[in-house]
C-alpha cells in the first residue's frame, strides 16, 4: 500500500515507519525536518508543518496514498482541514486519538458529574460531556513536549470530523499511556531514579496506589496502528489499543522494580500521611480501565512484544537516556523518610 503518515518522526512513528516499511509498504512521512533516529532510505520526505498541508496538494496528488496516518491532530479545526486537503486523493484517513475521550476521564479529574463510570470502558462508552479537559497552563507545559500540540486541543471534535465525513473514509485509534524507549513524559522515569538511588521504600499514595489505567508499550501500539491502517475492515470504526490487562500503579512499580532487580518495597501510604510532592489530586475512585476486546477480535491483533520484555527495554532505555531537566522537588527523599519513620513507629494496624 501507499502509506502518507503525517508527525512520523516522534515517539510511536519511530517504531510505525520501520514497521509500515517492513511489511512492504510503501511510505511517505510528512515532517517538519526532525527524524532521529533516521528513516530507512525508501521512505519519501515532504517536510512542512503540519498547519501547511493544502500548500502540498500536487505531491499528495501525485502520491495518492491508499491511507493517510495522521500522527499528531490537535483540534477540529486541524482535523477538518486534513478531511478537506485529502478527499478525492486517498483511500482512508487514520486518525490516533485517546483515551481521555471518556467521561470517566472527565469524572478523574473532577469535571464531570455524576456517578462513576462502569468498567471496562469500551469504544461504545460515554464521552465526557465537557471539552477542553486540559486547562491552558496545562496546555502550555504539554506544548513543550509535544510541540504540535495546539492551543484547541481536544481529541473529541477530532473524532467527530475524521468519522462524519461522508465521502472520505476514517478511523479513530485511541491510545493509551503510552511508554517504552523514545517516551518524551519518562513515564518509568521517577520510578527508576528511586531505585537507582538506593531507595528502600517507594511511596504512593494509596488511593493512587490502587488506581488502574490503560497502557501500552509503544512497539505494540505502533503495530496496532499498522494493523488499523492496513486493514479494510477498520473502515468506519474506532478502536481502543493498549496493552490486555490493565494493572494498579502499584502493581506497575512492583513490576519495574522486579525487572530492575530491586530489593525494595512499593508501600500504600494514606492521603493525609502521603508527602505533598507524592500526592495526586483526582478523584482515584474512578479507575480507568479499557477494553481492547475489538480491535484483537475485528482485526487479530496481538502484542508482538511481551510484556516482560517491554519493561526491561524501557528500564534500560531511561537509565541510559534521563530527562535533560530533573525538578528536585519530586524526589524530596527527606520528605519520604519522615513518612517512614512515623510508619515505624505506629502500632501494627494503625493508619
Known amino acids: 500500500m501507499r502509506i502518507l503518515v503525517i508527525g512520523g518522526t516522534g515517539f ?24 532521529e533516529p533516521a528513516l530507512a532510505a525508501s521512505v519519501g520526505h515532504i517536510l512542512d508543518d503540519r498547519n501547511d ?39 482512508r484517513v487514520v486518525a490516533l486519538s485517546s483515551q481521555d475521550v471518556y467521561r470517566a476521564c472527565g469524572i478523574l479529574h473532577g469535571l464531570e458529574p455524576g456517578p462513576l463510570q462502569a468498567l471496562p470502558l469500551t469504544e461504545d462508552s460515554e464521552l465526557r460531556t465537557r471539552l ?9 507545559t504539554l506544548q513543550k513536549i509535544f510541540p504540535w500540540l495546539d492551543d484547541e486541543y481536544d481529541k473529541i471534535p477530532v473524532e467527530r470530523a475524521v468519522l462524519g465525513d461522508l465521502r472520505l473514509a476514517g478511523t479513530v ?35 493512587a496506589a490502587r488506581w488502574r489505567a490503560p497502557r501500552g508499550y509503544v512497539e505494540n501500539v505502533a503495530a496496532a496502528i499498522a494493523l488499523a491502517a492496513t486493514s479494510a475492515n477498520a473502515a468506519g470504526r474506532v478502536y481502543n489499543l493498549g ?58 491483533f496481538a502484542e508482538p512484544v511481551a510484556l516482560d520484555a517491554a519493561i526491561e527495554r524501557t528500564i ?5 537516556n534521563p530527562p535533560a531537566e530533573i525538578d528536585p522537588k519530586q524526589f524530596d527523599y527527606a520528605a519520604e523518610d519522615s513518612v517512614l519513620a512515623d510508619l515505624k513507629r505506629m502500632p501494627a494496624g494503625a493508619t
Not at 499528495?60 to 478531511?83: G, N
Not at 477542553?132 to 502550555?140: A, C, F, L, Q, S
Not at 493509551?176 to 527508576?192: E, K, N, Q, Y
Not at 532487580?261 to 507524592?278: I, K
Open 12 to 35: 510511536i512513528g519511530h517504531f510505525l515507519v520501520p514497521h509500515l516499511v517492513e511489511h512492504g509498504h510503501a511510505v511517505t512521512v510528512y515532517h517538519r525536518g526532525h527524524a
Open 53 to 91: 498541508l493544502g500548500s502540498h496538494l500536487p505531491e499528495f496528488q501525485r502520491l495518492s496514498p491508499d491511507v493517510v496516518i495522521d500522527m499528531i491532530l490537535s483540534s477540529e479545526r486541524q482535523a477538518r482541514t486534513l478531511m478537506e486537503t485529502f478527499r478525492g486523493i486517498a483511500g
Open 132 to 140: 477542553k479537559t486540559y486547562g491552558p497552563e496545562t496546555i502550555r
Open 173 to 207: 485509534v485511541r491510545l493509551p499511556m503510552v511508554f517504552g524507549p523514545g517516551d518524551p513524559l519518562h513515564r518509568f522515569f521517577p520510578t527508576i531514579k528511586r531505585i537507582d538511588d538506593g531507595r528502600t521504600a517507594i511511596l504512593l499514595q494509596e488511593d
Open 243 to 300: 496493552e490486555p490487562e490493565a494493572f494498579s500503579e502499584m502493581e506497575w512499580a512492583q513490576k519495574i522494580g522486579r525487572a530492575a532487580g530491586w530489593q525494595g518495597s512499593a508501600l500504600a501510604v494514606p492521603t493525609d500521611r502521603t508527602p505533598a510532592h507524592l500526592r495526586v489530586p483526582f478523584r482515584n475512585e474512578q479507575h480507568w480501565v479499557v477494553s481492547t476486546a475489538r480491535v484483537r477480535r475485528e482485526l487479530g
Open 316 to 320: 534500560a532505555w531511561e537509565r541510559a
